[in-house]
């Protein structure tokens, strides 16, 4: 698979089969974001495709995002509903039935339900992060792509995410980064993405820390 934007190759020739939990790990502007826009259906490679569950992204881009949750950088709550109704109108959207056990038992898990009546507009970055983690799960997906989902968290609703990640045994999960740590952390696999190729790529097991910094250092600076 392959993204162009012009002259710029932004993804050349990704080839890649996840089937656990892959942390994809590489610099600002490596791609990584990019990749998920694809694998979401929001962006269309220029070449190539992928499947997500077997079902083709440019084939039946609709029953893929019958199968995935995203997080990404944006949000794209609507700011001037409520928590509760942002969460209500993507139930109806996914067709979920009787949906409030499912959203009280979601906002309980993550600390929101003392706001789920206010505006999205009033919710601070992490707020909105947590309200977008919600969102992704709400149809319990298959899968789930993660691009930065840390980002806006405190140190508790970091926590509470990576606990919530680690214990899906169920689901295929991408989670991009660009915190080595934090790529070590939880995953079955790690992937070093790079000038938008994957350049490094094992299962992490006890893949030791400083060890793979210095694979990461090596990998990237040869780009």
């Known amino acids: ?24 790990v590489g610099p ?11 694998l979401s259906t929001t962006m269309k490679p220029t070449s190539g495709t992928a499947e997500i569950n077997g079902v083709d992204i440019k084939k039946e881009p609709i029953k893929v995002r019958e199968q995935i949750g995203v997080v990404s950088h944006q949000t794209y709550l609507y700011r001037d509903l409520t928590a509760k109704e942002n969460l209500k109108f993507y139930a109806r959207m996914y ?16 600390n929101l339900e003392k706001r789920l009546n206010d505006r999205v507009s009033e919710y601070s970055r992490g ?23 840390y980002t806006g968290l405190d140190q508790h609703a970091n ?33 070093i993405l790079s000038n938008g190729k994957i350049v490094y790529k094992t299962q992490k097991n ?15 600076k040869k780009r």
């Open 1 to 24: 698979m392959r993204k162009d934007f012009g002259i710029t190759k932004a993804l050349k020739e990704i080839n890649i089969n996840i089937d656990n939990f892959l942390s994809l």
């Open 28 to 38: 600002n502007g490596a791609g990584k974001t990019t990749l998920i826009k694809i």
């Open 95 to 110: 067709d979920i039935p009787k949906p409030e056990k499912r959203i009280k038992k979601l906002v309980t898990d993550h």
């Open 127 to 149: 707020m909105k992060q947590k309200l977008s983690i919600i969102r992704a799960l709400l149809h319990e997906p298959k899968v789930l792509l993660l691009d930065e989902p």
């Open 159 to 191: 926590e509470r995410l990576k606990n919530t990640l680690a214990n899906f045994k169920d689901k295929t999960i991408i989670q991009t980064t660009h915190d080595l740590n934090r790529a070590l952390e939880i995953g079955k696999q790690i992937a």
């Open 206 to 220: 006890d893949l030791d820390p400083i060890r793979f910094r210095e694979i990461y250092e090596k990998k990237v």
